[in-house]
T-cell receptor
């Protein structure tokens, strides 16, 4: 079984500053994929960034980067230069493989509020 | 490029009734997964359909069933509704084995309220 833990129910950040959202995971699968999604109030989950368990380098996608520490089983999301539109729920997820995220396990999310 | 579309967006049912939710995947995608998201929680995997068959299933009772059609669209059926079935039901599509990351593309969900 796989598990995701997000220990920060809510986070605040000043506009234009960077913020780190924490995610730890547990899995017995030798290969897995880690994902971050953003969920605005509209309800739609939006894919942000992906990290494969065998990837040597941390993933980056624009203002998003994933701080992957395999030995510590953590996959923290870093958002640089926060914008007001970044205010949303953020979910960390894990899937058994990197080519089929269908059966993903999600954490309970972190609510991020960006202050002007 | 059409994204994932779900219908209806909101619906209210009473205990014991049955409900059908519908999903059209993103253009070019062949796999549909369904998730249940209770208020204040993360989505929970219900099941996944590929090539018109249920391929994987989460820890949900048989009251939850589904179907995938030849055009890849899908339905989620829930029988004998319970109050605890009240949630946002999310449909996600993907292209299994053809993506470097296999990420999911979600619709905006169907919010079900059971009274």
């Amino acid at each position: 079984a796989q598990k995701i833990t997000q220990t920060q129910p809510g986070m605040f950040v000043q506009e234009k500053e960077a913020v780190t959202l924490d995610c730890t995971y547990d899995t017995s699968d030798p290969s897995y994929g880690l994902f971050w999604y953003k969920q605005p109030s509209s309800g739609e989950m939006i894919f942000l960034i992906y990290q494969g368990s065998y990837d040597q380098q941390n993933a980056t996608e624009g203002r998003y980067s994933l701080n992957f520490q395999k030995a510590r089983k953590s996959a923290n999301l870093v958002i640089s230069a926060s914008q007001l539109g970044d205010s949303a729920m953020y979910f960390c997820a894990i899937s058994p493989t990197n080519t089929n995220a269908g059966k993903s396990t999600f954490g309970d999310g972190t609510t991020l509020t960006v202050k002007p | 490029d059409a994204g994932v579309t779900q219908s209806p967006t909101h619906l209210i049912k009473t205990r014991g009734q049955q409900v059908t939710l519908r999903c059209s995947p993103k253009s070019g995608h062949d796999t549909v997964s369904w998730y249940q998201q209770a208020l204040g929680q993360g989505p929970q995997f219900i099941f996944q359909y590929y090539e018109e068959e249920e391929r994987q299933r989460g820890n949900f009772p048989d009251r939850f069933s589904g179907h995938q059609f030849p055009n890849y669209s899908s339905e989620l059926n829930v029988n004998a509704l319970l109050l605890g079935d009240s949630a946002l039901y999310l449909c996600a599509s993907s292209l299994v084995g053809h993506s470097d990351t296999g990420e999911l593309f979600f619709g905006e969900g169907s919010r079900l309220t059971v009274l």
